[in-house]
């Protein structure tokens, strides 16, 4: 199989068949999971009253405390993303790490380079990219942060996630078109990402993704607490930590090295 060679400046991606993983049946978790699953809906709709920020499927990144430094720098980001990708045999599948995600990433197109996963640091990651991590730390409330890749071809699709405690952060740094190209639709609405832009979306909603463009899409991908009243966020944080002693997040903590 014959891959491109890429560099620094030339970080391309060619459309490389990717292995397909065995279908992936979690044994029984933790009570926590369980109860969490049954406490999901009525939580959020109870934490949606706390919010000090609109609640709707699509934000404005001037309400998110703190990421304005991200945007700032987003050049000084994207350099260090270029030289993660030109080492690209060692990016590994975002399904490696977090191997419940592998229903919507069944193969290794969605790669990932993380900085942190619910709270744990990647030793190896944050001594790799020393700037982005200096700059990740600077945002209050980050709970995942990490260089998320979609090789030419990637399809994610449709889910949604748990809680309205956190929301998505992506900032673009390298993007081969619009949202007919390489975009993502949240709540059926089709959005796409700019380079050196942040889009802000609250995964509890239905969202896909895609790029079908002949480059990486890469974007810094983070995870922050929502801005809320202390109600709110006292029960945030008490799911947030219940769901991080679960082997969901524990088997990322290991992935990580953290």
Not at 36 to 59: A, D, I, Y
Not at 107 to 115: C, E, I, L, Y
Not at 167 to 180: A, K, Q
Request: charged content about 25%; proline content about 7%.
């Amino acid at each position: 199989m014959k891959i491109e060679t890429i560099t620094a400046a030339n970080p391309r991606f060619d459309v490389v068949p990717a292995p397909r993983y065995e279908t992936f049946d979690k044994a029984a978790d933790s009570a926590a999971v369980k109860y969490g699953k049954r406490l999901r809906k009525p939580l959020n709709r109870w934490l949606e009253r706390f919010s000090l920020m609109p609640v709707g499927p699509v934000l404005d990144a001037a309400e998110v405390p703190g990421i304005s430094i991200l945007r700032d720098n987003w050049e000084v980001i994207r350099d260090e993303a270029r030289a993660v990708l030109a080492e690209r045999g060692s990016v590994p599948a975002f399904a490696k790490i977090s191997p419940d995600h592998r229903r919507i990433a069944p193969t290794a197109a969605w790669k990932s380079f993380f900085f942190r996963g619910y709270g744990y640091d990647a030793p190896a990651g944050r001594a790799k990219c020393p700037k982005t991590a200096a700059l990740i730390d600077r945002v209050p409330g980050v709970v995942v942060a990490f260089f998320s890749v979609f090789e030419p071809g990637t399809e994610v699709p449709r889910h949604h996630g748990v809680t309205k405690a956190m929301l998505n952060v992506h900032l673009g740094l390298m993007v081969p078109g619009d949202e007919r190209v390489c975009g993502i639709k949240v709540a059926g609405q089709d959005h796409g990402w700019k380079e050196g832009e942040f889009f802000v979306f609250d995964e509890t909603n239905d969202h896909s993704a895609w790029n079908h463009g002949p480059t990486a899409r890469v974007v810094l991908f983070l995870q922050v607490r929502r801005p809320m009243r202390w109600p709110g966020w006292m029960a945030g944080s008490l799911f947030l930590n219940a769901v991080k002693r679960t082997s969901y997040v524990q088997d990322a903590r290991k992935a990580i090295g953290a």
